[in-house]
């Protein structure tokens, strides 16, 4: 099965401070990668998915960037953290080689800018 | 446009007593829906896909397209039901996979 490594686990910036978050992949080729953000009561906001190497769509507008420089790493970034980019980050993978629909997540990332 | 609503941030039950987990879709096509489940502590994990039609840890949901619904389900709660659940919707390979906001099921003993 797909296994996702994400990190860090947890992350303290401060305000201004550029941002790098990794996440890779096993098991699988050509998967579809996403990243979300989690937070209470707004459950979990899609903010990028690719479905393919450098191709990434975006969601909503914000202060964050993604890239997929190879077919099983998808990076989350930012040239300047704000505030309200805290929040708890998880990527996920689906599809792929097997066709399998199933999306497998990340142990996500805690970022806290201070 | 994809939308995937859940109504309940909160639902809170006895153990033994039935629940229902709403969720309600809109999309133009034949989506798939799944449900995922995050227990305390640990990643989010696949708990059941409509076209399974399999019960899991006692939980069923059918998917309705006439009300574009996909109600999660189990007649007996446990307090190990206890998590955060999240309903979601895949349109298509490369269509993307998007999320309802989540019900936190709370079981008491």
């Known amino acids: 099965s797909q296994t996702i490594h994400q990190w860090p686990a947890t992350l303290v910036q401060p305000v201004g401070s550029p941002l790098s978050l990794e996440c890779t992949v096993e098991?699988?080729?050509?998967?579809?990668l996403y990243w979300y953000r989690q937070a209470a009561g707004r459950g979990l906001q899609l903010l990028f998915y690719s479905v393919g190497i450098g191709q990434i769509s975006s969601e909503v507008p914000q202060n964050l960037s993604a890239s997929r420089p190879q077919d099983r790493q998808f990076i989350l970034s930012s040239k300047k953290l704000l505030l309200s980019d805290s929040g708890f980050y998880l990527c996920a993978c689906q599809g792929g080689e097997f066709m399998n629909t199933e999306a497998f997540f990340g142990q996500g990332t805690r970022l806290t800018v201070v | 446009a994809q939308r995937v609503t859940q109504p309940e941030k909160l639902l809170s039950v006895f153990k033994g007593a039935p629940v229902e987990l709403k969720c309600n879709y809109s999309?133009?096509?034949?989506?798939?829906l799944f449900w995922y489940v995050q227990y305390s502590r640990q990643r989010l994990q696949l708990l059941l896909r409509h076209i399974s039609r399999e019960s899991i840890k006692g939980f069923t949901a059918d998917l309705n397209k006439g009300e574009t619904s996909f109600h999660l389900k189990k007649p007996f709660a446990q307090e190990e039901d206890s998590a955060m659940y999240y309903c979601?919707?895949?349109?298509?390979?490369?269509?993307?996979?998007?999320f309802g906001t989540g019900t936190r099921l709370q079981v008491f003993p």
């Open positions: 979601a919707l895949n349109g298509g390979n490369t269509d993307k996979l998007i």
């Open positions: 098991g699988t080729s050509n998967p579809n």
């Open positions: 999309y133009s096509g034949s989506p798939e």
